[in-house]
Each structure stands twice: as structure tokens, then as C-alpha cells.
């Protein structure tokens, strides 16, 4: 069963729009115009999901995703507004929000980002749970260990066994701050021998070296703990490998430190998929170019590289003659086929990796051509009218 849907919004057509629409795609939805009645349902109510207008005449969108997050930091949020300010968007990505899309939006924008931030709120949910219960086994297997110390050889052997068991690498540093032992989740994932990962010390497998190892003892030795922390790990081969790690004092029966234990998920799979999704919320999807959002705020960069190194910045502006007509009279399937074309058209007729295509809006499409000067914009101009 999907999860329930808040959707707050003072226009009543756009609510009852999101409403309907939201609801045929079997999402159970409550629908407010008030941000004061949100909060109260979010606070007696568990939802999956809040769509919320950025302003709001009783209480600011920004505040209603702060509130909102502090009530359910799981809580998934999509802001909308009809204001295009980079500020405000940059606020909301900062309160907790997972998306912000931009009024008139069409349905299918709607659709693709409610299943991206859902998809993101599972997949936090899924891995905090798989974090605590993995802790929780090392937990229990330190303390049979403890308990049966004087049958120290068959205790060794179940303790390994249950570590060797979980695909993440479990790694304990002594006293000495050298690498005691590695399960073969390290093993397998850094390509390295047990052998030769007992003795080492672990800066030599940490993308940031010695500077990071004392940045993660410092913060244990203030907080004794450190949770969800992300880095990247060195394989044998050189490769990186993104990782999710645990890290925490074990401590004696006399309550001195006696190791310090790591457990690391490999999040490669994670990355790419944040990659993907960062991928598909600048892009057009119809057109494979990148969308308006995203339009402006790779213009200011490039403007701001322009005037810093002192090149030339064109900027070609451009729509489809009739195509209203066009899609009229034949029909938004085919309507659809010419604005593709000329997608195709915009990245066959640029410069790859230099220049940028954008779909603005409707048949309306741009192209930023960095250190192009007036002749060659003219003459890429001509090329994408010419192969149109």
C-alpha cells in the first residue's frame, strides 16, 4: 500500500488538482489550505509524503518543512512555488525538502518526483534499520564473547563466523592504532588479505590519509561514537569505494577502551542512484536536455567564468514556428516526436561537452556557448535551423 500524502496549498485548484491526480495513482491524500491544520494532521498523523506551496498566508513554506521535519525527520517533502528565486530553493533544500518544482508544473513532473523523494525516504528508512540491526548483532556477539571467555577458542570461531556472514566490512583497530582484525566483508571488498590488513594502520585505506583518522578520533574522543559517517575507502586495485561507516569505542570489563570498532557499507549502488536521480531533476525527460530549473543556474556560473577569465558567452534563444498549430491538429504524440527531433538536433549541432542545451518550456529551447563569440553562435544558430 503506498504511503499517505499531505498536500498543502492556499489555491483550492491547484489542491484539488494535486488531490485527484495523487489519489488515481493510488496515493491515500489530505488535502489542506491552512499550514496551521498541516502541522496538526503530520503531528496526530503518520504520512509519507508533504507537498507543500512555498507561501503560505499563515505560516511560510520554509517553516512549514522545518516544523514538519522535526516532527518526522523521515518525512518526505516537495516544495512548489510559482516564484523562481535560486535563494528560496537553496532554503527549502536546506529545511529538508527532497524536491522543488515550479508553477505551472504538468502532472508527470509531479509523478516523477513524488516516486524520487519516496524512493529516497525508504531507501534512509530501510538503511537505518539495517544499520541498527547489524550493530545490534556485533552488540550481542561481544557480549557472548564476554560471557564465555573461558571457552575462548569455540567463541573465537562463532564470532568470526557471524562476522565473516555480513557483506559489510567489520574492521577493529587496537590500542596500538594499528588494524587487529578484518572480516571478509573487508576482505572482499578492499582486496586485501587478512594478512595483510592485521598490522596495518588505517590511514593507508582512507582517501583522506592521516588527516582524516585524526578528524575521526577527535569527534570519538568528544562523542564516543560516530554514525553514518561517509568517506571513501582505497581498494588494492587504486579504485574508491564509497562507504558508509559506523565507528565506536568497545570498552573492557574495567570500562577501558580496549579497541575500536568499524563497520562499513559499501554504497556504491546509493551513489549512483542519487547520481541518477540528481541526473533526472535537471533533465527534460521528453527531450533528454536539461530543464529550465537548472537553465539558470548554470548560466550565472558560466556568466560568472566568462567575466572572471575574460572569454566570450553566447546564448541562443530559439522555439518551433507553428508548432501549436502542428500539435492541434495532429496530436500531442506527434507533437511530442518534434520537440525530441529537436532535442536531437540541439546535441548534434553543439559542441559536445562545451556547449549546453536546455528545453526552456513548452517549444521554447536554449543553448549557453561558452567562449563563443557573435560569428560562431551565428554559425551553430544556422546549423541547428539547417538540420531542423
Known sequence: MKPPVMVLDDETSILELLGQYLKEEG???????????????LRSKEF???????RMPDIGGIEVVQRAKANDPDLAVIVVTAHLEVTNAIDALRAGADDYLLKPFNLSEISVSVERALDRRRLVMEN?????ELESRVREAT?????????LLSTKEYLENLLNSSVDAIITVGPNRTITYANRGATDMLGYS????VGILPEQFFSGGGDEIRHIRRILQREKMLQNYETELKHKNGSLIPINMSISYV???????????????????????ERELKEMSIKDSLTGLYNQRYFYDRLESEIERANRQGHALSLLLFDIDQFKTYNDCH????????LRTAGQVVEESTREHVDTGFRYGGDEFTVIL???????????AERICSMF
Open 27 to 41: 496515493y491515500p491524500c489530505t488535502l489542506c489550505t491552512s499550514a496551521v491544520e498541516a502541522l496538526d494532521f
Open 48 to 54: 509519507g509524503l508533504l507537498i507543500t506551496d512555498l
Open 128 to 132: 537505518r534499520r539495517y544499520q541498527q
Open 143 to 151: 557480549a557472548v564473547l564476554e560471557r564465555v571467555n573461558a571457552e
Open 194 to 197: 587478512n594478512e595483510e590488513f
Open 251 to 273: 570498552s573492557g570489563p574495567d570500562g577501558a577502551v580496549v579497541s575500536t570498532l568499524a563497520i562499513c557499507k559499501d554504497i556504491t549502488m546509493q551513489k549512483q542512484l
Open 331 to 338: 496530436g500531442h504524440l506527434e507533437g511530442d516526436k518534434v
Open 370 to 380: 561558452p567562449e563563443a563569440n557573435e560569428t560562431q553562435a551565428y554559425n551553430i
